[in-house]
């Protein structure tokens, strides 16, 4: 499965947007990419996938980039509930183990 | 609350000794899945069930590990001979199986220490 590399660590302000990149640049055509965000103490909790076009959900945004090498979750109106980590997966298909690695450690603040 | 179950929530066993973890997934998920995470990593894949079957298992899943999923609804995980690198975040996890996102659904986890 293609490896993929994410900041550390972000802050965000309360009410604001939060864009968190990942790079993914060895994606091969047939991987979904899969976002999960675990907050403290708790298992971790899906958010949002897509192969090729931009998704959307209730939760957040997803904006991949035509070459697939790159993505974007957005998180529209950050809360501080949002606090989290936010792992960015790539995997083959739509079931099958996660491999996560160390996530973005975003902190929303007031 | 028709989310996934695990217990003990908690658990602190000395060395040497043997533990096992239940799991109780969403009812109609047939896919079952157990993970380790150790303190500020991310969680690592153990292994995982398609109903009953045992599909795929990590070689972190040493000899002294065993995971069942007997009659393909609930899961147990046993750690014979527990090890001080054992204590970890135990994560079961369960998804339905065919089309549609395949999204794994988490239980809360149950925290191991051996002292």
């Known amino acids: 499965d293609a490896k993929t590399t994410q900041p550390p660590s972000m802050d965000c302000a309360e009410g604001r947007a939060a864009n968190l990149p990942c790079n993914h640049s060895t994606i091969s055509g047939n991987e979904y990419v899969y976002w999960y965000r675990q907050i403290h103490s708790q298992g971790p909790q899906y958010i949002i996938h897509?192969?090729?076009n931009n998704e959307t959900n209730e939760m957040a945004s997803l904006i991949i980039t035509e070459d697939r090498k790159s993505s974007t979750l957005i998180l529209p109106h950050a809360t501080l509930r949002d606090t989290a980590v936010y792992y960015c997966?790539?995997?083959?298909?739509?079931?099958?183990?996660?491999?996560f690695g160390a996530g973005t450690q975003v902190v929303v603040t007031p | 609350d028709t989310g996934v179950s695990q217990n003990p929530r908690h658990k602190i066993t000395k060395r040497g000794q043997n533990v096992t973890f239940r799991c109780d997934p969403i009812s109609e998920h047939n896919r079952l899945y157990w993970y380790r995470q150790t303190l500020g990593q991310g969680p690592e894949f153990l292994t995982y069930f398609q109903n009953e079957a045992q599909l795929e298992k990590s070689r972190l899943l040493s000899d002294r590990f065993s995971a069942e999923r007997p009659k393909g609804s609930f899961s147990t995980l046993e750690i014979q001979r527990t090890e001080q690198g054992d204590s970890a975040m135990y994560l079961c996890?369960?998804?339905?199986?065919?089309?549609?996102?395949?999204?794994?659904?988490f239980g809360p986890g149950t925290r191991l220490t051996v002292t």
């Open positions: 997966i790539v995997k083959p298909d739509s079931w099958g183990k996660l491999q």
């Open positions: 897509g192969l090729k």
């Open positions: 996890a369960s998804s339905l199986g065919g089309t549609g996102k395949g999204e794994q659904y």
